[in-house]
């Protein structure tokens, strides 16, 4: 659902000469300039009461403005009591670490007991901004850290720096087979041509950059540092599924488990019952949007994968211990 919201400023004097898109997003600096654009092809922007739909248009100082427009509304979910495991809050940001199952946004399927149901109870005042807060987003069965903006200043100060590439976002991952050095995939990425929930690497699609370096290697599966240069839906176990190293347990992707040779039960078992993408968002570094103060948080791996690296470790040493 969207919210109405009205503006109204004067253009000054120094800004003569400068284009409408770039003046207004200097008189309304919790908006976007790109958010401010669209508003102006939209037909939302007054100048001295004459609708100007050209963000080119320069500004003479001095016009009044007025802005009617349209803003994503997350009114219509309902607040619910649902643990957040906070890593870090201030009045501006909030830094979780999501566990698995949890779905961040509503949607079919999934109509409550997500992430902005749980915001909305904790913040009840965050429904006046955008999707709650949420500028990203981790899948159902990824864990690990996602900021959230509390007021509107901040989430369109999040939004520009995820779309300027300085906010770093690292992972850590199990992936299937033994590679042999680090890299890059550089596909992009679109909707799957047929299958409506799965994503694809696709000539249309939008530019996709995932970097990965080798952490550990085991008998049949490799621990991965992973990094997101871009952030489209499921970016990362695409790309690893496009270079054939899909991550273990995603079944969506191809991640399905292979044991190796001579493994013993315990092993096989732990494999067949790992029932998720092994994927954990276990680094975030960003530049807060409103002190501009540089900051970062880890969270540790969850037990689930630290069972499996164990159990992986373990596979390797016993096969080493028989070729011996």
């Not at 004067?10 to 669209?38: C, M, N, W």
């Not at 566990?99 to 006046?128: C, E, K, M, Q, S």
């Not at 929930?197 to 696709?202: D, L, N």
């Amino acid at each position: 659902m969207s919210q109405q919201i009205q503006l109204n400023a004067t253009v000054a004097e120094h800004q003569l000469g400068q284009r409408l898109d770039r003046a207004l997003a200097e008189l309304f600096p919790e908006y976007s300039r790109s958010r401010i654009k669209e508003w102006i092809l939209s037909n939302g922007v007054y100048v001295k009461g004459m609708l100007v739909n050209k963000p080119k248009e320069k500004v003479l100082g001095g016009e009044s403005i007025v802005i009617v427009a349209n803003i994503e509304a997350a009114v219509r979910c309902l607040p619910q009591e649902i643990k957040l495991n906070i890593i870090y809050e201030d009045s501006d940001i909030l830094v979780i670490n999501k566990p698995r199952g949890l779905v961040v946004h509503p949607g079919a399927g999934n109509l409550d007991g997500t992430l902005l149901n749980a915001l909305l109870y904790h913040y009840p005042t965050i429904v006046d901004v955008p999707r709650a807060g949420i500028v990203h987003r981790l899948d159902k069965d990824t864990t690990g850290l996602m900021v959230i903006a509390k007021t509107l200043p901040a989430q369109t100060k999040l939004v520009e720096a995820l779309q300027s590439r300085t906010i770093i976002r690292e992972y850590e991952g199990i992936a299937i087979g033994t590679m042999t050095a680090g890299g890059k995939v550089e596909e992009p990425i679109a909707r799957h041509a047929t299958k409506r929930t799965y994503m694809a690497v696709s000539p249309t699609g939008k530019p996709a950059v995932t970097h990965y370096r080798i952490m550990a290697r085991f008998r049949a599966h490799t621990r991965l540092r992973l990094r997101l240069e871009t952030g489209r839906t499921h970016q990362i176990r695409v790309h690893m599924s496009h270079i054939h190293h899909p991550l273990l347990g995603d079944a969506q992707y191809g991640g399905r488990p292979r044991p190796p040779k001579g493994a013993s039960d315990a092993f096989i078992n732990v494999l067949r019952n790992f029932d998720r993408q092994a994927l954990h968002a276990i680094m975030l570094r960003l530049y807060h949007p409103m002190t501009g103060i540089q900051m970062e948080w880890h969270a540790v791996l969850p037990q689930d994968m630290i069972n499996l690296i164990d159990m992986l470790k373990a596979d390797t040493e016993a096969f080493k211990e028989q070729m011996d």
